[in-house]
Nanobody, 126 residues
Framework: QEKLVESGGGLVQPGGSLRLSCAAS????????IGWFRQAPGKRREGVSC????????YYADSVKGRFTISMDTGKNIVYLQMTNLKPEDTAVYLC???????????????????WGQGTQVTVSS
C-alpha cells in the first residue's frame, strides 16, 4: 500500500529552523517527483518545493528560495525539507505529495500530484 508520512513539524520562533521528513513506502515507480506543499487556514494549497528522481532537479517557490532546501535519501526513500530563517508567514500545514514522473516539466502544482500524506503542522511564532 502506497503511503507518505510526514514528520518534523512543530513550534519555532521567527528566524529558527526545522527539518521536515517525508517517508515514502509501497511505491513501485521507476521515477517520481515528490513535492512539499503547504496550506494555511483560509488559503489555498501552494507548492513550496519539489524534487525529481530522474536527475535530482529541484523547484522552489519564490517565497522560500534561499531559505528552504529539499533533498532526497533514495536509499531510505525519504525526502527532507530543511527550513531556515523561518517567518510567521511560513506557518501552515505542510504536506508531501508524490506523482509518477518521467520527462518534461517538473510538476509544481497540487493538482498534478496523485498521492498525499496527512501533513505536519509548522507554527512560527514568538
Amino acid at each position: 500500500q502506497e503511503k507518505l508520512v510526514e514528520s518534523g513539524g512543530g513550534l519555532v520562533q521567527p528566524g529558527g529552523s526545522l527539518r521536515l521528513s517525508c517517508a515514502a513506502s509501497g511505491f513501485s515507480l521507476d521515477h517520481y517527483s515528490i513535492g512539499w506543499f503547504r496550506q494555511a487556514p483560509g488559503k489555498r494549497r501552494e507548492g513550496v518545493s519539489c524534487i525529481v528522481t530522474t536527475d535530482n532537479s529541484t523547484y522552489y517557490a519564490d517565497s522560500v528560495k534561499g531559505r528552504f532546501t529539499i533533498s532526497m535519501d533514495t536509499g531510505k526513500n525519504i525526502v527532507y525539507l530543511q527550513m531556515t530563517n523561518l517567518k510567521p508567514e511560513d506557518t501552515a500545514v505542510y504536506l508531501c505529495a508524490l506523482v509518477d514522473y518521467g520527462v518534461g516539466k517538473v510538476p509544481t502544482m497540487a493538482y498534478e500530484y496523485t498521492y498525499w500524506g496527512q501533513g505536519t503542522q509548522v507554527t512560527v511564532s514568538s
